[in-house]
C-alpha cells in the first residue's frame, strides 16, 4: 500500500492535540496492522505499538537478542542499524547471578568497570568515556535493578540526537519489564558468600478480561565485601497497570520505589613518602608524594563502622501509546522522580604514613541531598512504502525540570582540633571507632542549589531502498539548557546560563552479500547539558562535546544462529572539565577548585562482538575491544598533555558458554562458564603530590549449573554460581579490594 506524505501535516497536527489533551488520545479506533513483519501477535507483553518496543518471544535464543529500542527509539533489528548496539538479555544475567551494573556491562566490549556498588555507577568508562546510564530513555531514575529490567541495550558512539543528553562513548539504556497478557508468577532465593542473600518476587497478568493488566516485582539483597565494615542493602518495589481502551492505544501506569542503605567504605590509602611534621603536632604532616596504594592496607576500611549512607529513590511513570492509522503512531511518557540522600562519614582518601603508622588527618563529614525531576518524551513515528522504498519518520520532543540541592558539613576548625588523636590519626592496627558527635557537625562547606531546564526536538529519517540493499539514515537534534547554580557556603558568583547545540548522526547500512555481510559507517556528535559545577569554586563548566566517526561490518549467517559485528571507530572530546587532584570534597577549603580547566581527549578502538546458537543446546557469547587513548590538550595541567586516559583498560574481553542437556536422563540440566578480561589501567596520573599509578590486566572466571524440572503447573530450577572461581586477588579501578571467590546456591519456583 503507497501512502502519500500529503497526509502527514494533518497527523502533525493531531498528535500535538493529542500531547495536550489525552481525551482525545483515546477516541482513536483505527485497526492496527502488522508493523513490518516486527508484529508482536506472539509477545505475551501488553504493547499497543510494537513500533516502539521490542518483542522477546521473537529472539534467536533466550542469550542473543535481535531486536533493540536504544538505536533508534523505535524497535528495530540490531542489524539494520548503522551502529554497533551491544544486548545483554534478561536470561543471561539471571543465569551468571550478574545483579550488579559493573558486573554486567563487563560483558560489554571497551567497558571500564570501577566500583561494585548496587544502584550507583560513577567513573566507570565506556570507549574511554563516563557513559550516561538510562531507564527507558530517562536519565534522572531510580537506579537499574535485574529485577524490573527486560533488557540492557549499549549502544556505541556520540549518540546525543537520541535522548539528548550521552557521552561520547555511548548510551547504556536499561529497558523495563511489562505487564503481560497471562498470568505468571515467579519466586526466587539466592544465598551465598559474603553473606549475600537476594531474595525477587515477580507476578503480572490480566485483572480485568482483555483490558487491565498488572506487573509487581519486588526485590531485596544484602551482602558484604572483602572490605571490613562495608554492607549494602537493597529492597526495590515497582507496580505497573496496563490499560488497552482500545486495539490502537494503551495507557500504562508505573510506580517504583528503591531503599537503600550501606557502608560504601573507602579505597586503599596512599603511602605518603617525604612528608614532614608539623612543629605543633608531628602527626599534622605536610608536604611528601603519594608513592601508591598501600597493600597491607587493602582490607582496612577507613570509615569503620561509622559510615551510615541512605538512599531513597521514588518514581512515577504515565505512558500513552496510540496509532492514528495504519502509517502515523505515537506515544506520550510522562516522570516524576525523587531522590532523597543522606550519609554521616569520615573524611576520606587518606594516606598512610610510615614515620608515624598512622592515617594523615580526618574529621566527621555530613552530606545530604535531595533531587527532583519532572519529565516528557513525546514520539510521532511514520513508516510507509512510495513504490520501491520504504520511508520511516520520526519526530520527538523532550523536555525536564531538575531541582537539586546538595548540602555538605563538617566540623568547625576548633572541634576539629579538639578531637583526639587516637580518632582523628587513626592507628591501622588498634583503630579507635569512637562515634562522632554530628550535633557539631554544622559547618556547612557547600550548600549547592541547582536547576536546570533541558528541551530538545529530534527528526530522524530512515530510507531503504536498492531491494532492501541499501538503508540511510540522518537524524538531527537541536539542544537547550538553561542552569541555575549558587553555593551559599562560599562566596562564589552564582552560575547561571543557557547552552545551546545543534547534534547530529548520519549513516548507512549496505548489504555486501545478503544478511550474512554488511557495511555500515556512521558519524555522530553528543551534547552533554547536564552543567558540571565546580564545588570548590561555584562555577558552571561548559558542557562537554563529542564527536567521531565509526565503520564496521555484522551479520547473521547459518541459518540465524551466528552473529557478528567488527566496528572501528575515532571520538574526540571537548570542554573536559580536567579533575584537580588535590581537590577533596570534604577537606579542600573553600575556592581550591574541583577542575583544572577544560581540555580535550581522543580515543580511537576496535570493537568486536559475536554470539553463535551451535546447536539447540549451545550458545556462545563474546566481546573484544582494545582502545588507544591520549590527552590532546590540557590547558592547565600541561604534564598531563600526550599521556593515556585515567581510568581507561587499554583492552577488554569477555566469553560467555551455555548448554542446555534437551534429551536423555540429562533433560534439564544447564551448565554454563564465563570470562572477563580487564587489561593495564591507569589509576593516577602523575602530579606535584602523587606518583603516577596504574592496576595489571586482570582475568575472572564465573561458572553455573542448573537443573530445571516440573511438578503440575510449576517449574523448579535449582542452581549453584561460582563467581571468581581462581580466587583473584585484584583492586577496583576505584583501588577498593574485590570480592574473592563467591559460592552461591539459588531456587526459582514459577507458574
Known sequence: MVH???????????????????????????????????????????????????????????????????????????????????????????????????QQLMFASNYGPRDREYGVVTGNRLRGFEPVIL???????????????????????????????????????????????????????????????????????????????????????YNRTELDYVFQRLAAYTFSLSYKLSPNTTITGYWEQQKQKQNRGTGLPGLLVGSRPSASNP????????????????????????????????????????????????????????????????????????????????????EIQDDRATAVQADLLGRFTTGSFKHSLLFAGDYSHEVYSDDQ??????????????????????????????????????????EFTNTGLLASYRLTFWNDRLATMASVRHSEVESKVRNDATTAKPGDGTDK??????????????????????YSTSFDPQVLVDQGTGQVQRPEKGKGPEAGFKGIF?????????????????????????????????????????????????????????TDDLTLLGSFGYLDSEITKSPDAPQNLGDVLTLVPDMTASGAVRYTFSHGFLKGLRIGANATYTGRTVINAATATRAREEHGPVQLYGGFVAYSWKTGHFRHTLSANVLNVFDKFYLNSNDKIGRGREIRGSYVLSF
Open 4 to 102: 502519500q506524505i500529503v497526509r502527514f501535516p494533518r497527523c502533525l497536527r493531531r498528535w500535538l492535540i493529542i500531547g495536550l489533551s489525552p481525551s482525545l488520545l483515546l477516541a482513536q479506533t483505527a485497526p492496527a496492522p502488522s508493523s513490518e513483519g516486527n508484529s508482536s501477535a506472539n509477545s505475551d507483553e501488553v504493547f499497543a505499538l510494537p513500533e516502539f518496543t521490542v518483542e522477546t518471544t521473537a529472539r534467536r535464543d533466550d542469550y542473543i537478542a535481535s531486536e533493540a529500542t536504544s538505536g533508534t527509539r523505535t524497535g528495530a533489528q540490531i542489524i539494520d542499524l548503522p551502529y554497533n548496539v551491544q544486548v545483554l538479555t534478561r536470561e543471561f544475567l539471571q543465569d551468571f547471578q550478574l545483579f550488579d551494573v559493573e
Open 501 to 522: 547545540a545543534n547534534t547530529y548522526s548520519t549513516g548507512f547500512n549496505l548489504k555486501l552479500a545478503g544478511d550474512s555481510l554488511l557495511l555500515f559507517a556512521n
Open 135 to 221: 531507564r527507558d530513555g530517562f536519565s534522572r531514575a531510580g537506579p537499574p535493578d535485574l529485577s524490573n529490567a527486560n533488557q540492557v541495550e549499549i549502544i556505541m558512539g556520540p549518540q546525543s540526537t537520541l535522548y539528548g543528553q550521552a557521552s561520547p562513548g555511548g548510551l547504556i539504556n536499561y529497558i523495563s519489564k511489562r505487564p503481560r497478557h497471562n498470568p505468571a508468577y515467579r519466586l526466587s532465593t539466592v544465598w551465598g558468600s559474603y553473606e549475600f542473600q537476594r531474595h525477587d518476587l515477580e507476578a503480572t497478568g490480566p485483572v480485568y478480561k482483555d483490558k487491565l493488566f498488572y506487573l509487581f516485582t519486588g526485590g531485596y539483597s
Open 283 to 366: 602527626l599534622i604532616r605536610s608536604g611528601g608524594v603519594v608513592t601508591s596504594s598501600y597493600l597491607p592496607l587493602a582490607h582496612f576500611n577507613q570509615m569503620g563502622p561509622n559510615d551510615h549512607l541512605d538512599r531513597n529513590y521514588d518514581g512515577a511513570n504515565v505512558l500513552i501509546e496510540h496509532r492514528f492509522n495504519s502509517a502515523w503512531s505515537g506515544r506520550v511518557n510522562l516522570q516524576k522522580f525523587w531522590k532523597d540522600f543522606e550519609q554521616k562519614r569520615w573524611s576520606s582518601g587518606l594516606n598512610y604514613v610510615p614515620e608515624t603508622g598512622r592515617l594523615t588527618s580526618r574529621t566527621p563529614f555530613r
Open 409 to 450: 558539613f563538617q566540623l568547625s576548625t576548633a572541634d576539629v582540633n579538639a578531637l583526639p588523636s587516637s580518632v582523628r590519626f587513626l592507628d591501622p592496627t588498634n583503630p579507635d571507632w569512637t562515634p562522632a558527635d554530628y550535633s557539631k557537625v554544622t559547618r556547612a562547606t557547600a550548600l549547592s542549589r541547582r
Open 558 to 614: 547459518f541459518d540465524q544462529r551466528v552473529s557478528y559485528t567488527v566496528s572501528l571507530y575515532e571520538i574526540t572530546k571537548d570542554n573536559i572539565s580536567t579533575p584537580n587532584p588535590d581537590y577533596d570534597a570534604s577537606t579542600s577549603a573553600p575556592g581550591v577548585p574541583q577542575y583544572l580547566g577544560q581540555g580535550q581527549n581522543r580515543v580511537r578502538g576496535v570493537d568486536f562482538s559475536a554470539s553463535a546458537r551451535l
